[in-house]
């Protein structure tokens, strides 16, 4: 591998985030997007060039996998807007490869504990600070031609947390309280199982674990997070407090319009 200069060409174009979004939500500013399932660098784009804040491609629940990052950070970016990746799961190499391909942050589903979310956040980080793998030949490099990110002891990648069980909801605080852990992100539905009222999101029980959720966030500043119905929903929600609010997915949204669409002309 060549030792040469760590930047190389102009640095002000591209898909590459260098941690804009972490640092505006770091400035307490409310961020609005949605998750893309379809497995469509032109669906990620429509988004995109919509004005969403932020696309989040989900490799949990979507349709698509690692090819979908690739195209869409590409297509995000176009427009200047970045790319989030929800990975299947916290393993090292699921974040790794998703970070590689430019990934500007990263969702991880389904943790129960402090330590599990301490060490997903260490497989977002270079070594010293983490384990996360080290190569240039990526696009989070720029194919090498700039390394910084390699020695920057910064973290530029937004870190965020689903609690969407009993066990993270009962550790938020401490989740919250992690270095690297920027957003406590409510998953609602999966949460609304966990909690014993299954879709019922107005019930009591589950509107109370939501103030538990930005109570946490707020104590160590960082921000609460949470997936909306639509955008009278997510308005909803930053009134309650949360700052990163995702309005749907771009099926959901696209199969919705349609829907009323076609009962109007029927009607």
């Given at each position: 591998?060549?030792?040469?200069?760590?930047?190389?060409?102009?640095?002000?174009?591209?898909?590459?985030?260098?941690?804009?979004?972490?640092?505006?939500?770091?400035?307490?500013?409310?961020?609005?997007?949605?998750?893309?399932?379809?497995?469509?660098?032109?669906?990620?784009?429509?988004?995109?060039?919509?004005?969403?804040?932020?696309?989040?491609?989900?490799?949990?629940?979507?349709?698509?996998?690692?090819?979908?990052?690739?195209?869409?950070?590409?297509?995000?970016?176009?427009?200047?807007?970045?790319?989030?990746?929800?990975?299947?799961?916290?393993?090292?190499i699921r974040i790794g490869r998703v970070l590689d391909?430019?990934?500007?942050?990263?969702?991880?589903?389904?943790?129960?504990?402090?330590?599990?979310?301490?060490?997903?956040?260490?497989?977002?980080?270079?070594?010293?600070?983490?384990?996360?793998?080290?190569?240039?030949?990526?696009?989070?490099?720029?194919?090498?031609?700039?390394?910084?990110?390699?020695?920057?002891?910064?973290?530029?990648?937004?870190?965020?947390?689903?609690?969407?069980?009993?066990?993270?909801?009962?550790?938020?605080?401490d989740i919250a309280a992690q270095d690297g852990v920027?957003?406590?992100?409510?998953?609602?539905?999966?949460?609304?199982?966990?909690?014993?009222?299954?879709?019922?999101?107005?019930?009591?029980?589950?509107?109370?674990?939501?103030?538990?959720?930005?109570?946490?966030?707020?104590?160590?500043?960082?921000?609460?997070?949470?997936?909306?119905?639509?955008?009278?929903?997510?308005?909803?929600?930053?009134?309650?407090?949360?700052?990163?609010?995702?309005?749907?997915?771009?099926?959901?949204?696209?199969?919705?319009?349609?829907?009323?669409?076609?009962?109007?002309?029927?009607?």
């Amino acid at each position: 591998m060549s030792n040469g200069p760590l930047t190389s060409g102009p640095l002000n174009a591209g898909p590459l985030d260098a941690g804009q979004l972490r640092r505006r939500l770091s400035e307490g500013e409310v961020t609005v997007g949605t998750f893309v399932g379809m497995s469509s660098a032109t669906a990620t784009e429509v988004c995109a060039a919509a004005g969403a804040d932020w696309v989040l491609i989900d490799l949990e629940h979507g349709s698509g996998g690692e090819d979908a990052v690739r195209d869409g950070v590409v297509a995000a970016g176009s427009y200047g807007v970045p790319t989030i990746v929800r990975v299947e799961s916290g393993d090292r190499i699921r974040i790794g490869r998703v970070l590689d391909q430019g990934a500007a942050g990263i969702m991880v589903p389904r943790l129960t504990t402090v330590d599990q979310a301490a060490e997903s956040v260490r497989h977002m980080l270079y070594p010293p600070h983490g384990d996360r793998g080290v190569a240039t030949y990526n696009r989070a490099c720029r194919w090498g031609m700039d390394r910084r990110t390699l020695t920057e002891p910064g973290q530029e990648t937004l870190g965020i947390i689903q609690i969407e069980t009993l066990d993270a909801l009962e550790s938020v605080e401490d989740i919250a309280a992690q270095d690297g852990v920027d957003v406590v992100f409510v998953g609602p539905l999966d949460l609304s199982y966990a909690l014993g009222v299954p879709l019922q999101l107005d019930s009591s029980v589950f509107q109370e674990a939501l103030q538990r959720v930005v109570a946490a966030a707020q104590l160590h500043n960082k921000a609460a997070g949470i997936l909306a119905v639509d955008g009278p929903g997510a308005a909803k929600y930053v009134r309650q407090g949360f700052r990163f609010v995702a309005i749907g997915s771009d099926s959901t949204i696209m199969a919705a319009a349609f829907r009323d669409a076609f009962e109007a002309a029927r009607n």
